[in-house]
C-alpha cells in the first residue's frame, strides 16, 4: 500500500468529543480532523440521495419505529425512556412496511428459540417461512473441512451450515423481510450477501455469553481484561 497516498479513514468510535458537543449531533460541532461529518459532506450527499430514490419508506419508518421506542420524548430527551424489547420493535416496523411474509433463518443450536419467535409472529399475523442453518444435510467435506476441523471429529459426515441456501429459501418464498437468529460469524455474512429481501437481527451467536456478546464488551475492565491484550495466537497462523 501507498502510504503517501493512503484515504484517512474516518474513526467514530475513537471521537475525542463527548456526545452533546459532536459535529454529528448539532450544528457546529466538534470533530477530529478524520470525522466524516465535518469533512465527508460530498458524500453524506450521495447517501442521502441513494436513501430518497431507494429507501425513502424504508429509511421513514425505521427512524419513526425509533423514536416510538422511547417513551416521556415530550419531556425533554433527558428524560425519554425505552419501552419495547426488539421482538416487538421487529413486528411493529414490519407492520409499518407492511410486510406480510417473513423468513426466519436460525441456527439449529437456538431451534427451541425458533419455535417460540415463529409462533410469536405468526400469533402477530405474519406468514413465516423458517430455514434451519443445517437445511440440504451438505457434509463439511464438500467445503473441504477436515475431520479434525469438525466440531465432532468423530463423525464421518458432519452436517456444514448452509447459510446460502437459507437465503435462496427465503428468495424463492419471496420473503419481505427476513430475520436472522443465531447464525455464526461469518455464516451470517454469507446470509445477507445471498438474501434479496431486507435482513434483520433479532439475536447474535455467542456460544459462550448466552448469546449476549457486549457482556464481554462491559466487562472489558474486569473478568474480559484479557481482551485489550493482543490474541496469543490468530487462527491460521499455527505454523
Given at each position: 500500500m501507498d502510504t503517501n497516498h493512503a484515504p484517512v479513514l474516518p474513526d467514530c468510535a475513537a471521537c475525542p468529543f463527548d456526545w452533546p458537543a459532536r459535529a454529528c449531533r448539532k450544528p457546529g460541532g466538534q470533530g477530529p480532523k478524520n470525522c466524516p461529518t465535518l469533512t465527508g459532506n460530498t458524500?453524506?450527499?450521495?447517501?442521502?440521495?441513494?436513501?430518497?430514490?431507494?429507501?425513502?419508506?424504508?429509511?421513514r419508518q425505521a427512524s419513526v419505529q425509533e423514536a416510538s421506542g422511547y417513551g416521556d420524548r415530550d419531556r425533554g430527551y433527558d428524560r425519554v425512556r425505552p419501552l419495547k424489547p426488539r421482538i416487538q420493535e421487529l413486528m411493529e416496523f414490519a407492520g409499518r412496511m407492511k410486510?406480510?411474509?417473513?423468513?426466519?433463518?436460525?441456527?439449529?443450536?437456538?431451534?427451541?428459540?425458533?419455535?417460540?419467535?415463529?409462533?410469536?409472529?405468526?400469533?402477530?399475523?405474519?406468514?413465516?417461512?423458517?430455514?434451519?442453518?443445517?437445511?440440504?444435510r451438505v457434509p463439511k467435506s464438500a467445503i473441504a473441512i477436515d475431520r479434525e476441523d469438525q466440531v465432532d471429529p468423530a463423525s464421518e459426515?458432519?452436517?456444514?451450515?448452509?447459510?446460502?441456501?437459507?437465503?435462496?429459501?427465503?428468495?424463492?418464498?419471496r420473503t419481505e423481510l427476513n430475520v436472522l437468529l443465531g447464525l455464526c460469524v461469518g455464516h451470517d455474512s454469507l446470509f445477507i450477501k445471498y438474501s434479496q429481501a431486507p435482513v434483520t437481527v433479532l439475536a447474535v451467536k455467542d456460544r459462550l455469553l448466552g448469546h449476549n456478546p457486549l457482556a464481554a464488551i462491559y466487562q472489558h475492565a474486569s473478568y474480559w481484561r484479557c481482551l485489550k491484550q493482543p490474541l496469543d495466537r490468530t487462527p491460521g497462523d499455527e505454523s
Open positions: 458524500l453524506a450527499q450521495e447517501a442521502l440521495l441513494a436513501t430518497v430514490r431507494d429507501n425513502a419508506e424504508f429509511a410486510y406480510q411474509r417473513l423468513g426466519l433463518a436460525f441456527c439449529i443450536g437456538l431451534r427451541l428459540e425458533a419455535a417460540v419467535v415463529r409462533e410469536i409472529l405468526t400469533v402477530n399475523g405474519f406468514e413465516m417461512l423458517s430455514a434451519c442453518c443445517k437445511v440440504g459426515n458432519e452436517t456444514m451450515c448452509n447459510p446460502v441456501f437459507q437465503a435462496i429459501l427465503c428468495n424463492e418464498g
